[in-house]
T-cell receptor, first 114, second 111 residues
Framework: EPEVTQTPSHQVTQMGQEVILRCVPI?????FYWYRQILGQKVEFLVS????????KSEIFDDQFSVERPDGSNFTLKIRSTKLEDSAMYFC????????????FGPGTRLTVT | GQNIDQPTEMTATEGAIVQINCTYQ??????LFWYQQHAGEAPTFLSY????GLEEKGRFSSFLSRSKGYSYLLLKELQMKDSASYLC????????????FGKGTHLIIQP
């Protein structure tokens, strides 16, 4: 069964450093998402992406964040200058169509900022 | 603003039935989702409701009342592996909108 994959599974970085989290959505999916979940808290929407541009972004997704689809398979989330509070699990998700389709989540990247 | 409420924790017995409620107040509504999340893992899709009524899927059913801003997830014939968090999420508009999640209900299954 097709699945969303994410790398790395765990990333440790120092405050102020840039990190890039990578995702490979399911191949025939058109809509891509990033969510984060701080330990013990709820899943929070960051950004959605369709047709090579951002469709929607939350208040969390400020100028420190950017997304890119550099080729036909990868979808990346970049955090330019990490802060301690960016420590969280970051989930990538994708969906095939829009209105009624479920979003398939990847296994997540645990980001630890020290 | 967006507000999704669900109980923090519930306990049930193996083989029994449990109902997890969710109420929501959102600026718009374009579907309600239930996800299961085991500790340390990604959410996995369980059900989707956009019209009022009951959707059944094996041991899991989900109900929606849009006028009341209310949904529930019903789990039957509980198994130990059903111990997990159950997340209620709303998509509040059309477009490629992300989901707004509740804090989740931690379900503990006892033998």
């Amino acid at each position: 069964e097709p699945e969303v994959t994410q790398t790395p599974s765990h990333q440790v970085t120092q405050m102020g450093q840039e990190v890039i989290l990578r995702c490979v959505p399911i191949s025939n999916h058109l809509y891509f998402y990033w969510y984060r979940q701080i330990l013990g808290q709820k899943v929070e929407f960051l950004v959605s992406f369709y047709n090579n541009e951002i469709s929607e972004k939350s208040e969390i997704f400020d100028d420190q964040f950017s997304v890119e689809r550099p080729d036909g398979s990868n979808f990346t989330l970049k955090i330019r200058s990490t802060k301690l509070e960016d420590s969280a699990m970051y989930f990538c998700a994708s969906s095939e169509v829009l209105e009624v389709d479920e979003q398939y989540f990847g296994p997540g990247t645990r980001l630890t900022v020290t | 603003g967006q507000n999704i409420d669900q109980p923090t924790e519930m306990t049930a017995t193996e083989g029994a039935i449990v109902q997890i409620n969710c109420t929501y107040q959102t600026s718009g509504f374009n579907g309600l989702f239930w996800y299961q999340q085991h500790a340390g893992e990604a959410p996995t899709f369980l059900s989707y409701n956009v019209l009022d009524g009951l959707e059944e899927k094996g041991r899991f059913s989900s109900f929606l009342s849009r006028s009341k801003g209310y949904s529930y997830l019903l789990l039957k014939e509980l198994q130990m592996k059903d111990s997990a968090s159950y997340l209620c999420a709303v998509r509040d508009r059309g477009g490629a909108d992300g989901l707004t999640f509740g804090k989740g209900t931690h379900l503990i299954i006892q033998p």
